[in-house]
């Protein structure tokens, strides 16, 4: 049985496996993370409108802030980095005023915790048991695919 966030981590370790080392992927590497996104699809629509419905207000104003304290270009362009703003040089702020948007909506945070740790319903995942070399941050990322060898001190008692 899988937590919603444990499916939703292993969501995000795919899509950064697939985004940092897709030319070094097998097939059958490949195979079982396309298998197990398509396992995934729905419950990972569900936590998204959950999360637009619960944190909808609290992403946008933290949007906002984040947008505000972000470096920006000669254009006064935002900066991305990441998949989100850069905001290194005004940390100090952007974090004061999170804060205080955190404490804002402290409940709504709270509520999509707590759905996030409820049974993400019945999903067969795809194991895999050879993973090509990665970095440890990705192999670590999909915990939940990787298939455990067998232990190789009862396979040699069982040879004897």
Do not use: W
């Not at 995942?125 to 941050?137: I, T, Y």
């Not at 670590?140 to 004897?160: C, G, H, M, Q, V």
């Amino acid at each position: 049985m899988y937590s919603k966030n444990d499916i939703y981590e292993l969501h995000v370790g795919i899509q950064s496996i697939k985004a940092r080392f897709k030319e070094k992927m097998n097939d059958k590497f490949s195979y079982a993370l396309s298998i197990n996104s398509r396992r995934i699809k729905d419950i990972i629509e569900s936590i998204s409108d959950q999360r637009k419905e619960i944190l909808g207000d609290y992403d946008k104003e933290h949007n906002e802030i984040a947008k505000k304290h972000s470096e920006t270009d000669e254009k006064g362009n935002p900066i991305m980095r990441a998949g989100g703003y850069n905001i290194q040089k005004h940390m100090h702020a952007y974090l004061e005023e999170k804060k205080a948007l955190d404490e804002k909506y402290k409940d709504s945070i709270d509520r999509f915790e707590k759905t996030m740790k409820e049974d993400a319903g019945d999903v067969k995942l795809h194991m895999v048991k050879e993973m090509p070399d990665m970095p440890f941050d990705l192999a670590d990322a999909i915990y939940l695919i990787r298939e455990e060898p067998e232990n190789t001190e009862s396979n040699k008692s069982k040879e004897s």
